[in-house]
């Protein structure tokens, strides 16, 4: 089968560096003329540039941009393709992109692999990535069987594991296991920063450890990811942030009561169900 692939970064780069590696011919094209010469030195496609005309002839075309700029990339690779082409996304995303883009193109079908590290760019990509990760792929009534069929096939190669959701339901979700950890990370770190005494904060610096290492993670990423998701998931954003305020602002009130059990009944809930969001439960 012969994939393109548009957004040669992380996950665009990391998905042609495993589909070639699985006997695909990758069809690279990103902005960058440098970052498609080490597409090609990188074993992340056999062909790449800054030419949509490339991928003409792809039974698939991936669009792995960064968000903002799928639909209009979309847009200007209709003109590319034959009528059988499938094109799908990576976005983090779906509601936003969806339902414009079956308008643009009914061969369109909506995924999102949840797999990333904290870097970004061609540089940062990584063999096996997709491996043993969730990825939602959000169909509607009126998505070909064959487009569905493509798409599963590709994901499930490299590794994925495949759910089925709506957009709108995949936008909830992401808003709390994955844009909400972003920003409650990110103010972690900012919260740090803003310890006014230089002696305690230089020497939080020197003792932070795995505990810091973990929760900081995803706040230390790549900035223009979140703040992507911040304005792209804005309303299922803000919605968990505010039940999130609330369940703070009770976990404070209990510190400042010395409501020590029910501190414990939430640690004790936490530890508990910690375990229903993990992949490998
Ligand atoms: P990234 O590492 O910054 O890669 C995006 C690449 O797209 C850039 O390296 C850039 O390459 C290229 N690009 C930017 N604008 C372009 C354009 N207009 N046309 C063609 N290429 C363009 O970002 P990423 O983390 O891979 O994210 C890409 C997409 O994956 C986003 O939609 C994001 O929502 C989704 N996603 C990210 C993660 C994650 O954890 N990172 C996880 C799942 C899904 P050059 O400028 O170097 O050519």
């Avoid at 002839?57 to 979309?74: F, N």
């Avoid at 505010?242 to 009130?253: A, P, R, V």
Wanted: proline share 4%; aromatic share 6%; glycine share 8%.
């Amino acid at each position: 089968m012969r994939v393109g692939i548009i957004g040669l970064g992380l996950i665009g780069g990391s998905l042609g560096l495993d589909l070639t590696a699985k006997g695909y011919e990758v069809i690279g094209v990103s902005r960058n003329p440098e970052t498609c010469s080490k597409a090609l030195t990188k074993g992340v496609a056999s062909t790449s540039g800054v030419d949509f005309s490339l991928l003409k002839g792809c039974d698939m075309v991936v669009i792995a941009t960064p968000i903002e700029y799928i639909l209009p990339t979309l847009k200007n690779l209709v003109p590319y393709l034959s009528p059988y082409t499938v094109v799908t996304d990576v976005g983090s995303v779906k509601e936003s992109i969806v339902a414009s883009a079956q308008e643009i193109l009914s061969n369109f079908v909506g995924s999102h692999p949840m797999a990333g590290t904290a870097n970004s760019g061609i540089d940062a990509v990584e063999k096996d990535l997709f491996k043993d990760a969730p990825c939602v792929i959000t169909p509607n009534d009126n998505t070909s069987v064959r487009a569905i069929a493509l798409v599963e096939k590709m994901w499930l190669s490299v590794g994925c594991k495949i759910l089925t959701t709506t957009p709108t339901i995949h936008d909830q979700a992401v808003a709390w296991i994955s844009h909400l950890p972003v920003i409650i990370s990110a103010n972690l770190i900012y919260s740090c920063l803003g310890e006014k005494d230089e002696k305690v904060r230089i020497f939080a610096e020197k003792i932070a450890s795995s505990g810091f290492k973990d929760t900081s993670r995803v706040g230390g990423g790549n900035p223009e990811l979140g703040l992507m998701m911040a304005k792209n998931n804005q309303k299922n954003v803000l919605n968990s942030l505010k039940e999130y305020q609330n369940k703070l602002d009770t976990i404070i009130n209990n510190i400042e009561s010395n409501n020590w059990s029910e501190i414990e009944q939430l640690l004790k809930t936490t530890q508990t169900k910690r375990n229903d969001f993990l992949i490998d439960n």
